[in-house]
Nanobody
C-alpha cells in the first residue's frame, strides 16, 4: 500500500524558514516523480515544485523561485521542500504527491497518482 506522510509544517513569522519533509512508503525510489502543492483557504490546489525520478531536474512555480528548494533523498525515500523568506501569502496546506505516470517534473494535479494528507503552514505578518 502506498502512503505519503508529510511533516514539518507550523507557524512562522514572515521572513522565516520551514523545511517540509515527505516520507514515501510502498514505492521504489527512482520509480516516481514527486511534487509539492498547496491550497490556501478558498483557493484551488496550486502547484509549487516538482523533482524528477533521480533528483536531476526540478521545476518551481514563479512565485517561490529563489525562496523554495525541492530535493529528494532516494536512499531514504524522502523528499524535502526547504522554504526560506516566507511570506504571509505562502500560508496554505501543503501536500506531497507522487507520480509514476510521469517521472519527470509534472505540474498538473491530474498527473499525480498518490497524495499525502497535507501539513499546515501559517506565516504571520
Amino acid at each position: 500500500q502506498v502512503q505519503l506522510v508529510e511533516s514539518g509544517g507550523g507557524l512562522v513569522q514572515a521572513g522565516g524558514s520551514l523545511r517540509l519533509s515527505c516520507a514515501v512508503f510502498g514505492l521504489t525510489a527512482g520509480d516516481y516523480a514527486t511534487g509539492w502543492f498547496r491550497r490556501a483557504p478558498g483557493q484551488e490546489r496550486e502547484f509549487v515544485a516538482a523533482i524528477n525520478w533521480n533528483g536531476g531536474r526540478t521545476r518551481t512555480v514563479d512565485s517561490v523561485k529563489g525562496r523554495f528548494t525541492i530535493s529528494r533523498h532516494n536512499t531514504e525515500n524522502t523528499v524535502s521542500l526547504q522554504m526560506n523568506t516566507l511570506k504571509p501569502e505562502d500560508t496554505a496546506v501543503y501536500y506531497c504527491a507522487a507520480s509514476r505516470r510521469n517521472v519527470n517534473t509534472p505540474s498538473a494535479v491530474n498527473e499525480y497518482d498518490y497524495w499525502g494528507q497535507g501539513t499546515q503552514v501559517t506565516v504571520s505578518s
